[in-house]
Each structure stands twice: as structure tokens, then as C-alpha cells.
């Protein structure tokens, strides 16, 4: 596979995450798609690492699973917070925190 | 002469009110009063060494200065930190720091038991380092400064019991009467200024505006004199602006006698005969001055009849007396002004202090319906209170006597008739007026109310010893400047010794035209006459018949009495005429229009508009998460789009 290709599929996969974020109503969707973008993200580490022939960005890589592993733990403990307190987890009614 | 000595008749009253002012509280009062008086007498020996130095010197070259530094220099004006000495300051520097030293030292007995009694002598201390100032200053600028100073230390020695309401209200009058005043003397101080820039001479000093007088036009100098001469009706409380001295006997009694009697007030009349090239050279502003001051001599003397707290009687008496200064310099007798304002000092101040004692032994009475017949139990007071009070009808062979008689024989010498009758009715009314305090105060039946008259005892030492040196200055202070027609009737030539002795000051006053032997002793006679008369009427109506005279006299003219009591009602009107509408167009328009709607409009205003403004943005925040990440999304491709696409 071509360096563009990769790179093709980054952008594809990041959008599709960002659509996922915006437009979804789960709580639980808009996480996985978040998921998506981070991982499209690092498809393109991965690619530029391989095409400048340098290890920088499969470290990065590393650094932003592990980061992602544990922001998904929190992420996932405040899903389960906020179905306890509301009942469910439709982003578009949780509109407490405005004006 | 320069002599560099001349500075520390400053210095130490200013470093005594600098010890006393901030340490005073921790040194315990007898220190602080040592200290005061200290620093007071110690400018005392000094001005005594100036003295006799400038007499040392021939006498058309009486002049000791000491420059000190310069004070401003901007552009090509300069105007040096400069004390001058010539006769003129040498008189007023003794009877400023003699009379000032005797009143420190009875103080220190007065003010025994008081709370604040560091804070009392640090204010006086500073009063008499202002008063200093004023009356050493070489300049018209440097003497404004001692000049506002004065002012100040009136005002917080008025105030000083400021826990009393009446007490730091007649404060507070004080001090805005004497801006009135001071204000149209500093619009003649810069109508001074820019005429003589105008001719090239870019200072004030009172030796080159001298020499130089007679480049201004005349009508610019009559401008000047009146301005200046509003000042002075300010400071030394004559018509229309003596409102504040009255009302100043809210301040303790030393105080009365120093600032409000003997030297303070006394600065319109120094600071006029200072002027004396500008006055001579306007003689409409002499006029205004002269008559000003009759009209004041004798309008406050009538009020002066009828009142019957005794510091408001010697109050009226002093605004009184300061009228015939006045009549002096208004008519071209400034060495017979100065001569009074001198004699004055003497006898005024003893006036009040005695006045002070007499309070003082009935407990802080001050009604005099409330004393009488204290004669026996206040001997001393009484014998000095006398003496004074002889010195002021202007008995002969009295320093009073001398003083006046030389103001109003100049006043009828120069032409001015009309004057002279204001001062001549007058000096019958003070005969009357003060031999009725006596009358009251000290003969006849005691009327001292009974828990008061258990306690009544002679003032301590420390206060009759500064009484008894004034009684002798009083009573022989005249003989200086005995008139020559007396003089020669005992073969004494010069007697006239004052007048020579600033006669240099006042070389460009023309000579008042010699009159008559015969006519002067008329009047002479006359005046002598008429103190005599006032003291027997007195009296007769207070002593001889009880008083039934005087309040069948107050019965028989209701209106009069009602209108003297009232001092002309003088203070309603101008509570009426300027106080009223001043108050009514601050509350209605300063206040409720400009403060409220303006002032407090454009600061509220802005605030509701930002609050009006942030009303309408922050409906942006909706609270819904996926808003807010269309609109991250949206701006972030906005940003690469203008990177990419540019």
C-alpha cells in the first residue's frame, strides 16, 4: 500500500470519528468514535514514521494508546456516572451546564 | 545685611511642633509644654538679637535678609525661600513671639487635665511657626504660604475640642470664610504677578515690586489694593466676611488670645501697611480700606453692647478694634495702625486670657449673668483685667490711649471727618461695652450659680505671672510712641519714638498735614471725653441701678435690643442669601441631577449595557455538547482553510 493511500485512509477515518462526535446522540457512540480519530491519528504516525524512515512516531504512537487506554477508563466511569444520575446517556438532553 | 541667623526664629517653633506632634503623647505633659515653650522662647531671644542688630545699623539701612534657598525656579520667574527684617517685621516679631511666649506659658496652666494636650501645644507651636512665616517672608508668595498656614492652624485650634458639635462646625466656618477671602487675594497676587511680567520684572519680592510700583497703571493697583484688601477682610474679620470670628470663642481661651486676638487676625492690617508703596500709589483702595474698617469698628462695637457670653464681647470688641487698625493704614497712618495693632496685642490678649481665668475659676461658666462680684475672690484677675480694660477705653496714660488717639487724630488730620465721627462714637461705645463686662463680671452681687461659686479660686502662678507682664506691657506699651503734642508739654522731643522708627518702612506715605495745636487737643479732649463718659454710663446702668437701666432700656426699645442681640441677623441672612440657595442648587442640581443622573448615569450606564450586551452572547452557550464541537469543528477548518487556501 502507498504512503497516500495510508494517508487516505487517515483522513477518511478521522473524518468519519468526527462526524461520529458530532452528529451521534450516545454517549457511548460519540466515545468509540473519539476512539476512531485518536486511531486515525495514529495510522498516520505510523505511515510518516515508516516514510522518513525515523522511530518518532511509533513512539508517539505508544504514548497516545496508553494515554487513550486511560482516558477511555475515565470516559467510560462518567458514562456510568451519568446514566446513574440521569437515567440514560442521550447527549442531546444533557444540557445542564449552560448560561 | 545678609545674617543667617534670622532662618532659626523658624526653625525651632517647626521642630517643636514636630517633637510634640509625634512623640508629644509619649513624653508626658510636662515635657511637652517645656518644649513648647521652649521652642518659643528661644525665637523670642532670637528676634530680641535681630532687634538690636537692625537698630544697630543706621536707620535709612534697616534691612537684614536671609536667603535660604530658591524655592521656584521656572522659566525666567524665581522666587527665593528669602526672609527679610526691616522695622516693620522687627515689631511684628516681637509682639508674635512675646505675646505668643507669655499665652505658651499660661497655657501650659490652662490646658492642665486636658486630653489632648501634646496635640494642643504641636498646633501652636505650628501656628506660630506659620505666623512666623508670614510676617518674615520677603515675597508676596512666600508670605501666602504662612499667609493659608495661619489659616490652618486656626481652623484645627477652633476645632480643637471637635467632639463638641458648635466646636468643629465655627472650625469649619472659619476656614470657608477665610477661603472667600483668600481667594480674592490670590486673584491680586496674580493680577500683581502678571503686571509686573508684563514689565519685565519676573518676581514678587516686596524690595524690587517697591522700586518699581510706579511702571503699573494706577488702575491696575486700585484692582490690586481691593483684591488684596478682600483678603485682609477675611483674615482679620471685617465687614463682610468677620461672620467666623465670633464663632471662633468655640476654641480654648489661650487660643482666642493668641491667634484670634493678638496676632493672627492682626495679618490683614501687616500684610496692608507691607503694602504700603501699592496702597499710597491707590488711594480709592486707602479709601475703601478706611472705610470698611470705621464702618466695622463701630457696627461691631454696637453688637459688642448687648452680648452676654464674655469671650463673644471681647470677640465683637476685637473685630472692633481691628476697624480702627484699619481706619490707621486707610488713611495713610500706617505707623499709627501698626503702633495700635502692637498696643492691641497687649491689652487684647490680657483681655482674653483674663477672661480665661475668670472661666476658669467658676468651673467654665462663660455667661456673665451667671457672675459678678468676683472682685475679692480673683484679685489678681480682677487688678489685671482692670488694666486692660482701661487700656482699651483709651484712659490716658494708657498704652490704649496713645494707639487710638493717634489713629483717629490721623483720621481727622487727613480730611476724612466722616471716619473720624465713626471712631470717636466708637471709642465711647468700647468704654461702655467693656466696663459693662467689667461691671458684670466682677462688681455688684454675686449671680454665680451655687455649685460653681464653691469652687472659686485664683488661677494658678503659672497663668497670673504671663497676665501681670502683660498688665505692665498694657499699661506702659503707649509710651514708645507717645504723640508729640504731649511730648512737648514736658520738654520730651522725638517722643514720637514708633513712628520714627518705621518711618523708613513707609517713606513713600505722603505726611498727613499738620494741624493746629489747638485742634488736636480738642480732639484729644474730645476722645478722653467720651472714654470717660462710656465708663460712667457703664456704670451707672449696670452698677448704680442694678441693672434696672439697662433692661428698662432694652424694654423701652424692644426692636433695637432684639436686632443688637441678634447681631443684625447678619448670620440669617447670609444663611438665607448664600448658604440656602447654595445648599438647594447642590441638592437639586449638583447632587440630584449631575451626581445622580449624570455622574452615577454614566457609570451605571455602562455597566447595564455590557450587562445588556452579555445577555445576547452568552445565549451561544446552549449547553449541548455537540454545539459546541460543530462550532470547534467549524472554526478549526475556517483556520486551515485560510492557511491552505492562501
Known amino acids: ?99 | 545685611m545678609e545674617l543667617n541667623i534670622v532662618r532659626y526664629i523658624l526653625v525651632f517653633p517647626l521642630l517643636g511642633f514636630l517633637v510634640n506632634g509625634f512623640a508629644g503623647p509619649r513624653l508626658g505633659n510636662k515635657t511637652v509644654g517645656l518644649i513648647a515653650g521652649g521652642a518659643v522662647l528661644l525665637s523670642l531671644s532670637l528676634s530680641v538679637y535681630v532687634f538690636f542688630r537692625l537698630i544697630a545699623l543706621p536707620a535709612d539701612a534697616r534691612l537684614i535678609t536671609d536667603t535660604v534657598y530658591t524655592w521656584i525656579h521656572s522659566g525666567s520667574l524665581t522666587i527665593d525661600f528669602k526672609l527679610m527684617v526691616d522695622p516693620l517685621t522687627s515689631v511684628m516679631l516681637l509682639v508674635v513671639t512675646g505675646v505668643g511666649f507669655l499665652i505658651h506659658v499660661y497655657s501650659i496652666g490652662y490646658m492642665h487635665g486636658d486630653r489632648s494636650y501634646p496635640r494642643f501645644f504641636a498646633y501652636l507651636n505650628l501656628f506660630m511657626f506659620a505666623m512666623l512665616l508670614l510676617v518674615l517672608s520677603s515675597n508676596i508668595i512666600l508670605m501666602f504660604v504662612g499667609w493659608e498656614g495661619v489659616g490652618l492652624c486656626s481652623y484645627l485650634l477652633i476645632g480643637f475640642w471637635y467632639e463638641k458639635d458648635s466646636a468643629a462646625n465655627a472650625g469649619k466656618k472659619a476656614f470657608i470664610t477665610n477661603r472667600v477671602g483668600d481667594y480674592g487675594f490670590l486673584l491680586g497676587v496674580f493680577l500683581l504677578a502678571s503686571a509686573f511680567a508684563s514689565k519685565g520684572i519676573l518676581t514678587l519680592d516686596f524690595t524690587t515690586m517697591a522700586a518699581h510700583i510706579s511702571l503699573i497703571s494706577p488702575k491696575i493697583l486700585t484692582v490690586a489694593g481691593i483684591l488684596l484688601f478682600v483678603g485682609a477682610t477675611g483674615k482679620s474679620a471685617q465687614l463682610p466676611l468677620y461672620v467666623w470670628l465670633p464663632d471662633a470663642m468655640e476654641g480654648p481661651t489661650p487660643v482666642s488670645a493668641l491667634i484670634h486676638a493678638a496676632t493672627m487676625v492682626t495679618a490683614g492690617v501687616y500684610m496692608i501697611a507691607r503694602m504700603n508703596f501699592l496702597y499710597v500709589l491707590a488711594p480709592t483702595a486707602l479709601e475703601v480700606v478706611a472705610v470698611v474698617g470705621g464702618l466695622t469698628a463701630l457696627y461691631a462695637a454696637t453688637i459688642g453692647l448687648v452680648q452676654n457670653d464674655i469671650k463673644r464681647v471681647l470677640a465683637y470688641s476685637t473685630i472692633s478694634q481691628l476697624g480702627y487698625m484699619f481706619v490707621g493704614v486707610g488713611v495713610g497712618a500706617f505707623s499709627a495702625g501698626i503702633f495700635h495693632l502692637m498696643t492691641h496685642a497687649f491689652f487684647k490678649a490680657l483681655l482674653f486670657l483674663g477672661a480665661g481665668s475668670v472661666i476658669h475659676a467658676l468651673s467654665g461658666e462663660q455667661d456673665m449673668r451667671k457672675m459678678g462680684g468676683l472682685k475679692n475672690k480673683i484679685p489678681v484677675t480682677h487688678a489685671v483685667f482692670l488694666a486692660a480694660a482701661l487700656a482699651i477705653s483709651g484712659i490716658p496714660g494708657l498704652s490704649g490711649f496713645f494707639s487710638k488717639d493717634s489713629i483717629l487724630s490721623a483720621a481727622y488730620a487727613s480730611g476724612h471727618t466722616f471716619i473720624w465721627l465713626l471712631g470717636f462714637i466708637t471709642a465711647l461705645l468700647t468704654a461702655f461695652y467693656i466696663f459693662r463686662l467689667i461691671y458684670m463680671t466682677f462688681y455688684g452681687e454675686s449671680r454665680v450659680e451655687k455649685h460653681a461659686a464653691e469652687h472659686v479660686h485664683e488661677s494658678p502662678k503659672v497663668m497670673t505671672i504671663p497676665l501681670i507682664v502683660l498688665a505692665v506691657l498694657s499699661v506702659f506699651g503707649g509710651y514708645i510712641g507717645v504723640p508729640q503734642l504731649l511730648g512737648s508739654l514736658i520738654g520730651w522731643h522725638h517722643s514720637d519714638i514708633f513712628v520714627n522708627y518705621l518711618a523708613p518702612v513707609f517713606h513713600t506715605a505722603p505726611a498727613l498735614p499738620e494741624m493746629a495745636v489747638p485742634t488736636e487737643s480738642l480732639l484729644m479732649i474730645g476722645s478722653i471725653a467720651m472714654a470717660i463718659l462710656g465708663v460712667f454710663a457703664a456704670w451707672y446702668v449696670y452698677l448704680k441701678s442694678k441693672m434696672k437701666t439697662a433692661q428698662s432700656a432694652a424694654g423701652a426699645l424692644p426692636g433695637v435690643y432684639r436686632l443688637l442681640l441678634n447681631k443684625y441677623y447678619v448670620d440669617e441672612i447670609y444663611n438665607a442669601v448664600i448658604i440656602r440657595p447654595m445648599m438647594l442648587f447642590s441638592e437639586v442640581f449638583l447632587w440630584k441631577f449631575f451626581d445622580v443622573k449624570i455622574v452615577d448615569g454614566a457609570v451605571n450606564g455602562s455597566a447595564s449595557l455590557t450587562q445588556r450586551a452579555s445577555n445576547r452572547i452568552r445565549k451561544i452557550q446552549t449547553g449541548d455538547f455537540q454545539v459546541y464541537v460543530m462550532l470547534f469543528l467549524i472554526g478549526v477548518i475556517t483556520v486551515l482553510a485560510y492557511f491552505v487556501l492562501r
Open chain 1, 1 to 99: 500500500m502507498s504512503y497516500q493511500m495510508l494517508v487516505v485512509l487517515s483522513f477518511v477515518l478521522f473524518v468519519i470519528g468526527m462526524i461520529g462526535v458530532a452528529m451521534r446522540r450516545n454517549l457511548i457512540i460519540v466515545l468509540v468514535s473519539l476512539e476512531l480519530m485518536l486511531n486515525a491519528v495514529n495510522i498516520l504516525f505510523i505511515s510518516a514514521s515508516r516514510y522518513l524512515h525515523t522511530l518518532d512516531g511509533q513512539i508517539f504512537v505508544i504514548m497516545v494508546i496508553t494515554i487513550a487506554a486511560a482516558e477511555t477508563a475515565i470516559a467510560l466511569a462518567l458514562v456510568v456516572k451519568v446514566f446513574k444520575m440521569a437515567g440514560m446517556v442521550k447527549i442531546d438532553d444533557l444540557k445542564k451546564l449552560k448560561w
